[in-house]
């Protein structure tokens, strides 16, 4: 494999953080190349807050479930779709800026783009990180404690820091089951293949110690009601629409 291949499949979710900082040049080097992500028509809807405040990082800590590391790892910023902008210069020309479903999901695919893009610069600088879907738990009171304006979306958090563990590399679904040719394959085919799935991941949960552990099990738990229902009234407030 080439650098970036092994670089891509050195990836790690780390959770556990020495508190080293990344220098200020290392995150603007890491966030230039990050900017080079694809962003359709190049309108680039998205944006990351810096949080750096330890009073402001104790209350992400919070409204994220009690993740520490959110606070410990060193570096940590939140991920945002931003219409702020477009906004301010319909504003100066005069003219409508009008948000429907397709500017949301813009807003979602820029910024989960750049958000790997990110991710990958830092780890190729020796960095570990991990994203926190935790803040979407009470995006209003992150919305308050981030002061965001109308026409900011957060999206997720991004933890940078140096590794204090080197976690296993947990299995991904064989290629088949994501990767299809010309149409979408049988449910039995895909049924047998997540089976598989399964066995390689209850070997994988073993060596961790969770004996007994399935990943069908966990999936069927996870859809099982809705997840942060509050999710819509909160981006709607900001000046979203999903129509």
Not at 16 to 21: K, L, R, S, W
Request: hydrophobic share 40%; aromatic share 10%.
């Amino acid at each position: 494999m080439n650098p970036t291949l092994t670089q891509m499949h050195d990836h790690r979710s780390i959770r556990a953080y020495t508190g080293e900082v990344m220098p200020k040049s290392e995150l603007q080097a890491a966030f230039e190349a990050a900017q080079c992500a694809a962003t359709s028509a190049n309108v680039q809807v998205y944006s990351a807050i810096h949080v750096t405040d330890p009073d402001l990082l104790a209350k992400l800590v919070v409204i994220s479930g009690g993740q520490e590391k959110v606070a410990q790892c060193g570096t940590f910023l939140v991920i945002c779709g931003d219409m702020r902008r477009h906004h301010l210069l319909a504003q100066s020309a005069d003219c409508a800026c009008k948000e429907n479903l397709e500017s949301f999901l813009l807003c979602t695919v820029d910024a989960s783009l750049f958000a790997q893009n990110l991710a990958l610069a830092a780890e190729s600088l020796g960095w570990g990180t991990c994203f926190i879907g935790g803040i979407r738990n009470d995006l209003a009171a992150v919305g308050a404690v981030l002061n965001l304006p109308q026409g900011v979306y957060p999206f997720f958090g991004l933890c940078i820091g140096r590794a204090a563990e080197e976690p296993w590399k947990r299995p991904r679904l064989p290629q088949q089951a994501v990767l299809f040719e010309n149409e979408y394959p049988s449910d039995e085919s895909l049924l047998e293949l997540m089976s598989s799935y399964d066995d390689d991941m209850a070997g994988y949960y073993e060596k961790r110690g969770a004996t007994g552990r399935r990943w069908i099990g966990q999936m069927e738990q996870f859809f099982t009601t809705p997840r942060r229902t509050g999710d819509r009234s909160f981006y709607e407030s900001q000046g979203a629409s999903l129509e």
